[in-house]
């Protein structure tokens, strides 16, 4: 009964985190319709930055996320720079351009990182008493679920709290009708950019701290980002979430019933099933 | 003036007697037998993912065909001893019964959606063969798997097995075949109704086109042909483990080498391989031994914003007549 609640609250950190990874994509998808397959690899990029910032600067690892938080936005930026230049058929030129710059970003942290396996490590772990249960936390894992939530909520008071977030979801949900009502659709990719770069930015240097940066890692995490949106649906803050609990409780259920190594095959067939037996789940009433 | 068709295969035909000619002329050079013989390989992979291509699919998975076929034929080699000769055409088939399921599974996906399952369906076999240690060695991999054997044909000894130079004609032979087959699925009528498919799919019902068997034929001859690849691939280099075989170059090569030489040309996947391979191996690799082939992801952004018809067609545009 007691490796079951440990499984369910690491399952439930776990998910807390993928949701902050698919909010990104989702928001970046949602408005600009642009198939990012390098979401990953720019997760994995600001992961790298935080691990070499944390080595060379020797303060604490929570110090990189400020950096991160500034790069990342820029680069998301030049990519929207990048991708607005697409002729159509769009969402499929986007995910070629994508796959390249995916490739693209691999084999440069290939080369700058080597093939190492990395991860910030903090010299003490501190645990912390779940009230109520016979479960321990990790900081490590206290700090993923309350940043990612966080960050979660953030985006969801943006989303439905203010003008921009109307905006932006005025954009996901019909782009024609948001430019007939005066939306500069253009400008408001921009900014879904920007916000989705924060995310990545944000979850760079998590990721650091909790699974071990690899170059190869991204397309995991780009999978995982696609699967949740769409189980989600875009622009469902509530539903990314729901989306990334059950996906962060389902492979650690897998990871302990079956094995460590058949985890990574959850996110995979869930998205197969997901595009065969639920191919409207990504397409919102009017599509473009 | 010469006609388009005439231009390419003057082309085609100068370019295999090229190949086949320039080994007498500059004697043994192992090196260059090894790339240009890799180039040839990479030329019909891409050569094999443009044929389902044809009817518009953009797959990101082709790596699962090459990862099994690699996988069936060391395999059948390991546990059945028999000669690569036999397991390398039936290994291939282990690729193409993962392209029934494909045509089962995704036969009412299109475009990005596609992409995506065939992305995330390479890693059910990688998965399974590297969990599965007992019958497949696991993630540790297959060593020593035996080589091609050598061929006495009327007298004449061909050691396939360990001379470069004969492994550089089977794979030039390799590709002629390839580029046959390619030639032959454009210009037959099951090519036009493969392009009528990619071109408007509505239309290509009402004129009578079976969707569903054309697109399905060709993903078996396509993922049949990227199997017998990765069989041939274990043979020729010794070893294979999930992470090589399975990995996201094997997919993304063959893509970026068809729509960088031109997905819509009969030469442009080879024209792609014969350019950009050794261009990486001979002029990149040297100066950047990791990470080198970060290269094919920029040729293949920069084809999208530049050639987005890919290199071959772009050379064979009409001109203004000024210039013929």
Same mark, same amino acid.
């Given at each position: ?81 990048? *991708? ?6 769009? $969402? ?30 903090? $010299? ?33 008071? *943006? ?11 005025? /954009? ?47 397309? $995991? ?17 509530? @539903? ?19 094995? /460590? ?28 | ?14 370019? *295999?007697? @090229?190949?086949?000619?320039?080994? =007498? ?172 498919? &990619? ?36 043979? =020729? ?81 009409? &001109? ?5």
């Amino acid at each position: 009964m007691e490796i079951y609640a440990q499984i369910l609250v690491s399952g439930f950190s776990l998910g807390s985190f993928y949701a902050l990874i698919a909010l990104g994509f989702s928001l970046i998808f949602g408005v600009t319709r642009a198939f990012n397959l390098a979401h990953g690899e720019l997760i994995i990029l600001s992961g790298y930055l935080a691990y070499a910032f944390w080595k060379f600067s020797g303060l604490s690892p929570y110090w990189s996320i400020p950096v991160c938080l500034l790069v990342m936005p820029g680069a998301a930026l030049l990519l929207n720079l990048l *991708v607005r230049r697409l002729k159509a058929p769009f $969402e499929l030129n986007s995910l070629v351009v994508t796959f390249g710059l995916a490739l693209f970003l691999q084999n440069s942290m290939l080369f700058l990182f080597s093939a190492d396996y990395r991860l910030i490590q903090p $010299e003490t772990v501190h645990f912390f008493q779940v009230p109520g249960l016979p479960v321990n936390l990790t900081e490590n894992q206290l700090m993923l679920l309350l940043l990612s939530l966080a960050a979660t909520a953030a985006v969801h008071g *943006v989303l439905h709290g203010t003008f921009l977030g109307k905006a932006l979801r005025a /954009a996901i949900q019909d782009r024609q009708a948001a430019l007939l009502a005066g939306i500069n659709v253009g400008r408001i990719g921009m900014i879904a950019f920007a916000l989705g770069g924060m995310l990545i930015g944000l979850a760079g240097p998590l990721y650091a701290q909790t699974m071990y940066l690899h170059p190869a890692a991204g397309l $995991e995490a780009t999978l995982l980002a696609i699967v949740i949106t769409i189980f989600a649906g875009v622009g469902s803050t509530r @539903g990314i979430l729901a989306g990334g609990w059950l996906l962060g409780v389902a492979e650690s259920l897998a990871a302990f019933v079956l094995g /460590a190594g058949w985890r990574e095959l959850v996110s995979a067939l869930l998205l197969i099933s997901l595009l065969v037996f639920r191919p409207q789940g990504i397409v919102l009433k009017s599509g473009t | 003036m010469l006609s388009k068709i005439k231009l390419t295969a003057i082309t085609a035909v100068a370019a *295999v007697v @090229g190949l086949a000619v320039w080994p =007498l002329v500059f004697g043994e050079a192992d090196f260059y037998y090894q790339i240009f013989g890799m180039a040839c390989f990479y030329g019909v992979l891409a050569i094999a993912w443009n044929i389902y291509a044809l009817s518009g699919a953009i797959s990101l998975g082709h790596a699962a065909f090459f990862g099994l076929g690699a996988y069936g034929s060391a395999l059948l080699c390991h546990y059945g001893q028999w000669s690569p000769v036999i397991t390398i055409p039936l290994g291939a088939a282990t690729g193409a019964a993962f392209g029934v399921l494909w045509g089962v599974f995704f036969r009412n996906l299109r475009g990005v959606y596609l992409g995506l399952a065939t992305l995330a369906s390479v890693e059910i076999p990688k998965v399974i063969i590297d969990n599965w240690g007992s019958v497949t060695f696991g993630s540790l991999g297959i060593v020593g798997i035996a080589s091609l054997p050598d061929l006495s044909l009327f007298g004449l000894e061909i050691p396939f097995g360990h001379s470069l130079k004969a492994q550089y004609y089977l794979l030039l032979l390799f590709l002629a075949l390839a580029g046959l087959i390619h030639y032959s699925s454009l210009f037959s009528r099951w090519g036009w109704a493969l392009r009528a498919i &990619r071109e408007n799919e509505t239309a290509a019902v009402m004129a009578g086109v079976d969707i569903f068997r054309r697109r399905f034929e060709a993903l078996i001859l396509s993922s049949y042909l990227t199997g017998l690849c990765g069989a041939l691939y274990a043979h =020729l280099i010794g070893l294979i483990e999930p992470a090589l075989v399975f990995n996201l170059h094997i997919s993304a090569l063959p893509l970026v080498l068809s729509i960088f030489g031109g997905r819509f040309a009969l030469l442009g996947p080879v024209l792609g391989a014969l350019i950009l391979y050794p261009l990486d191996q001979l002029v990149l690799q040297p100066r950047l031994p990791t990470g080198h082939e970060a290269v094919y992801g920029l040729v293949l952004i920069m084809t999208i914003f530049f050639f987005p018809k890919g290199v071959a067609t772009w050379l064979l545009k009409p &001109r203004p007549a000024v210039w013929k």
